[in-house]
């Protein structure tokens, strides 16, 4: 018994089709959870960024000034952002 050419075929674009489909739902998945994923993570820096802000905004507020004595003042220097080579 043999099948038509036709037939085959038809059977052959369904599965593509359902592939296609499969393809982009795991497409669509994935950039969900990507987006997911960075938005976990970023938000704690987030965080941090508009404390130091407001840090930053308070230590002017005060008045404090760089190169003061105190140890309030010593906190408004930068912090290094590399270690010195050993």
Not at 44 to 71: I, K, N, S, W
């Amino acid at each position: 018994m043999q099948r038509s050419l036709d037939a085959e075929m038809a059977f052959l674009r369904a599965m593509q089709a359902g592939l296609v489909a499969l393809g982009a739902l795991a497409l669509v998945l994935a950039v969900a959870a990507g987006a997911f994923i960075a938005r976990r993570i970023l938000s704690p820096v987030r965080q941090l960024v508009h404390g130091a802000e407001a840090a930053e905004g308070l230590a002017e507020t005060l008045g404090l000034e760089e190169g003061h004595r105190r140890p309030v003042g010593r906190l408004r220097r930068p912090i290094p952002t590399s270690r010195p080579a050993s």
